[in-house]
């Protein structure tokens, strides 16, 4: 999971990790449960968001593999 939640003075907050800054808070609320709540709807539009970068990717990558105009093919020459 990316996000987590964290005990703070005054309530709780939700934070993922990052490579410098440590933990990064992006919501803070009173109670626990809300807290959790949060971070499994972030949880779920972080998921979506990965899922819809690799169809594009996969998108992509079968657009590029396509020939770009249509392949001519001729039966072989019985007369040659």
């Known amino acids: 999971m990316r996000y987590s939640v964290v005990a703070m003075p005054g ?3 939700v934070a993922y990790p990052h490579v410098n800054l440590g933990l990064v808070a ?5 109670t626990r449960p809300a807290a959790e709540a949060e971070a499994d709807r972030l949880e779920r539009n972080y998921q979506a ?7 594009s990717i996969a998108r992509m990558r079968e ?4 020939p770009k105009r249509p392949v001519r093919w001729f039966p072989n020459d ?3």
């Open 11 to 13: 309530g709780y907050a």
């Open 49 to 55: 968001q990965l899922a819809a970068q690799a169809l």
């Open 63 to 66: 657009h590029a593999m396509r």
């Open 78 to 80: 019985a007369f040659a």
């Open 26 to 30: 992006v919501w803070e609320g009173p």
